[in-house]
């Protein structure tokens, strides 16, 4: 049964950093891909970032050159470090598992979501 763990949310002021956290646990972690969602009040959740098995990345343009998504394969871990934080950027972060990565749509398994409050 895969497993994810989120870890790294908080509350931040406007220009900040945070690194978020996805430990996973229950799967063949080095042969899928991995992401990172969020939904804010009264949204629809979007995809934030996603890598490949193979570390190739997709961005949101909303988070390009502020995020970097990046892997650990003996530490079963995907990371979101996020830089020069919005108060836009406010939401829950859900850690996905098992995109597809031809097509980046979302996979099966989901965490249980990490709380991320920017202050202005």
């Known amino acids: 049964q895969v497993q994810l763990v989120e870890s790294g949310g908080g509350l931040v002021q406007a220009g900040g950093s945070l690194r978020l956290s996805c430990v996973v646990s229950?799967?063949?972690?080095?042969?899928?891909?991995g992401g990172w969602y969020r939904q804010a009040g009264g949204k629809q959740r979007e995809l934030v970032a996603a890598i490949s098995s193979d570390g190739r990345t997709n961005y949101a343009e909303f988070v390009k050159g502020r995020f970097t998504i990046s892997r650990d394969n003996t530490k079963k871990t995907v990371y979101l470090q996020m830089n020069n934080l919005e108060p836009e950027d406010t939401a829950v972060y859900y850690c996905?598992?098992?995109?597809?990565?031809?097509?980046?749509?979302?996979?099966?398994?989901w965490g249980q979501g990490t709380q991320v409050t920017v202050s202005s």
């Open positions: 229950g799967s063949t972690f080095s042969f899928n891909s």
């Open positions: 996905n598992w098992g995109l597809r990565s031809s097509t980046w749509a979302s996979g099966a398994y």
